[in-house]
């Protein structure tokens, strides 16, 4: 068996008034994040791991935001389109750990939801998934508010 671990980063602005979603779940909050697809940076960063483990280039070569196909779209479907270019070339995923970098909403009852989201897209259990979040500590974009970050890893199997 070969196996081979990707790494994912994505960041959108946040934008007042605006749709936020994380993991494929709609957060009441007062902003959201702004992009060309629905600007779910969670799932976004999972598919870059994902694609980059298996050298399948990025979400942005695959989905470009010039694409009329992708705007407002689900990024969960962009998710079920990566598994199968995996699972194309033979690979199957391991697991995904994420972690997000906001200062608000807290989404710590939203995990749940958001894992089996994921799953469900990428094609293994909730169990294989993990997502963590932290603050900025009031530093930087994120400190203010004005931006959003997600980092996600994987691990990749190829019998």
Not at 39 to 50: E, G, T
């Amino acid at each position: 068996m070969k196996i081979k671990v990707g790494f994912g980063f994505d960041v959108h602005q946040l934008v007042e008034n605006h749709p936020f979603y994380l993991g494929g779940v709609r957060l009441e909050h007062s902003s959201g994040a702004f992009g060309h697809s629905d600007a779910d940076v969670l799932v976004h960063a999972i598919c870059d791991a994902l694609l980059g483990a298996v050298n399948l280039r990025d979400i942005g070569f695959h989905f470009s935001n010039t694409d009329d196909r992708w705007k407002g779209i689900s990024s969960l479907i962009l998710l079920e389109k990566t598994a199968q270019l995996l699972n194309d070339k033979g690979w199957t995923i391991g697991n995904i750990d994420a972690m997000l970098c906001l200062e608000a909403p807290k989404i710590n009852p939203y995990i749940p939801e958001m894992k089996i989201n994921i799953a469900r897209a990428a094609g293994i259990t909730d169990d294989d998934i993990s997502i963590k979040a932290t603050t900025n500590e009031m530093m930087g974009f994120v400190g203010r508010k004005e931006g959003i970050v997600a980092y996600a890893v994987c691990l990749v199997e190829k019998s």
